[in-house]
């Protein structure tokens, strides 16, 4: 699975993602750092890669345009964590919903929640 890591998450997830065998980038590694929403969803969707992000706006973009992809993991109430356990969270739940990822859908996760909603959104 290829993940994209929104600007608004540290690149210090990029080592323990990849270390667990993740292909996976910032978006400050594909010159996509100051980009708008609308280009780092069209560059995830032609990479073939699934949004990793704290932003609420992936999700809208997806529903606007009544997408199938990029599928998307939406982190929540994350702010006060450090970035080793943001890793940990999505390392300890990247696997189960690896499949639903693959076949198009948005992932909601906090530390205490898990959702999934299959793409495209109605």
């Given at each position: 699975?290829?993940?994209?890591?929104?600007?608004?998450?540290?690149?210090?997830?990029?080592?323990?993602l990849?270390a667990?065998?993740?292909?996976?980038?910032?978006?400050?590694?594909?010159?996509?750092?100051t980009?708008?929403?609308?280009?780092?969803?069209?560059?995830?969707?032609?990479?073939?890669?699934?949004?990793?992000?704290a932003?609420?706006?992936?999700?809208?973009?997806?529903?606007?345009?009544?997408?199938?992809?990029p599928?998307?993991?939406?982190?929540?109430?994350?702010?006060?964590?450090?970035?080793?356990?943001?890793?940990?969270?999505?390392?300890?739940?990247?696997?189960?919903v690896?499949?639903d990822?693959?076949?198009?859908?948005?992932?909601?996760?906090?530390?205490?929640?898990?959702?999934?909603?299959?793409?495209?959104?109605?």
């Amino acid at each position: 699975m290829n993940l994209l890591l929104d600007a608004n998450l540290s690149p210090r997830l990029l080592d323990p993602l990849r270390a667990a065998g993740y292909t996976v980038e910032h978006v400050v590694e594909v010159g996509l750092l100051t980009a708008s929403d609308a280009a780092i969803f069209d560059y995830a969707t032609k990479s073939g890669s699934v949004v990793v992000t704290a932003d609420s706006d992936f999700p809208m973009l997806l529903a606007v345009r009544a997408a199938t992809a990029p599928s998307v993991v939406h982190l929540r109430r994350i702010a006060e964590l450090r970035p080793e356990q943001v890793a940990g969270l999505l390392l300890a739940n990247l696997p189960s919903v690896a499949d639903d990822l693959e076949r198009g859908a948005v992932v909601s996760l906090s530390p205490d929640r898990l959702s999934i909603r299959d793409l495209p959104i109605r």
